[in-house]
């Protein structure tokens, strides 16, 4: 349920080759203004988003899980010119409240969630230049001790500016939300919202242990039961 | 090619019934703060949009046409609870531009475009608040004279704030866009992106004569030469 399909409903962009691409962990030396080779990023990541439930009011959630990320090859050697293309792989965050529990959100395997790192056009005759990232993200949303799930259908655009490096690691980033972002129940596709995400607040995470990371899916096959 | 169709590959929001909704064009009188009975509104529209195309650069471009939205009925009967749910059903803007001729933009009928008028929940007790517009929107960009198709996968999500009574027209309205929002080619669906909108101002016509609808399909039959 984390890890993203071969047959998604959509994909946000190209799909980036994973055959033979290796897993970055902890150690991994990232050099800045280098467009690197193709890598599976396994990084830690914090959000904090805020929930507006119809009844009920806003709900502040601090989440915090991990992301592993495959970039493809960069589509020129230089870091001017190069833009990098970018698939969410797999994800896991749990925030925990008092109102509902564990909430953990993985990604929805009905789209592919994907982005790119590129140099604004403008700035493309810099000397080394910053980089802007954008991912567009569709995930899911377990509440299991209220027996809810949610999901969202427009992708959250998550987007980090003033990359130096890639991958952005330790860079803060937003969700791009205009008032609200509608999420729908999984009991209910077609009907009406049953919850708006408001704002998202995110901090991408350095790399992490590969004993992290199966820590972190451990809890989540905990939080979902399974 | 213009209509939204009864199987779309998803929709952004509920699907409003089109069963005996009555068209609306010029002539009806709309009420202040007063949720509408449901119509099909047949309304014009004006959009300047900016489009970044690689190794050529920055290209703004003017457009005029109509849409036709679908209104649910409100969810409540006073204007400061009710929520209308809306669906974009046709759509046809033209621009036309030195560099490719006319570009016809329609609606993309793989997705519903679709969105909702809501009260903002911190103005509910508010006497007389202002509703918020929301739609996310897929389209298709023709450009015959260059032998183009582009559509956007990620939705376009238009907005309008300060929504006095439905439909707003008269309002201006913006494309939320961070930075940019990749467009690909119907040619290679599933290659990198092939231009970007960067910016999008659009104002929400007055209701049209249906004799000025008919021109503007046969403008639309002509421009793309079907």
């Known amino acids: 349920m984390t890890t993203a399909t071969a047959s998604p409903k959509i994909a946000w962009g190209p799909r980036v080759n994973l055959d033979g691409v290796e897993n970055r962990f902890a150690g991994t030396t990232v050099a800045p203004y280098s467009p690197p080779v193709p890598g599976i990023d396994n990084l830690g990541i914090t959000s904090t988003d805020t929930f507006y439930i119809p ?60 982005g790119a790192l590129w140099t604004p056009p403008c700035d493309a005759e810099c000397d080394k230049p910053a980089k802007s990232c954008r991912m567009a993200v569709n995930a899911i949303f377990h509440l299991p001790r209220v027996g809810m799930i949610l999901f969202n259908k427009e992708p959250i655009e998550l987007t980090i500016d003033d ?46 242990e590969p004993t992290e990371l199966e820590c972190l899916r451990q809890d989540l096959r905990q939080v979902l039961n399974v």
Not at 85 to 113: H, K
Request: charged letters at 20%; zero cysteines; aromatic letters at 8%.
């Open 55 to 114: 009844n009920h009011g806003e709900v502040v959630v601090d989440f915090k899980g991990y992301v592993r990320v495959v970039r493809s090859e960069p589509t020129a050697g230089d870091w001017n010119r190069a833009t990098v293309y970018t698939n969410l792989i797999e994800l896991y965050m749990r925030g925990d409240t008092v109102e509902a529990g564990a909430i953990a959100v993985t990604l929805n395997p009905d789209f592919l969630s994907a």
């Open 163 to 208: 990359v130096r490096s890639i991958p952005p690691a330790g860079n803060p980033g937003l969700g791009r939300i205009h008032e609200k972002l509608p999420l729908y129940s999984r009991s209910d596709p077609d009907g009406p919202p049953v919850a708006d995400i408001t704002a998202l607040k995110f901090v991408m995470g350095t790399y992490l």
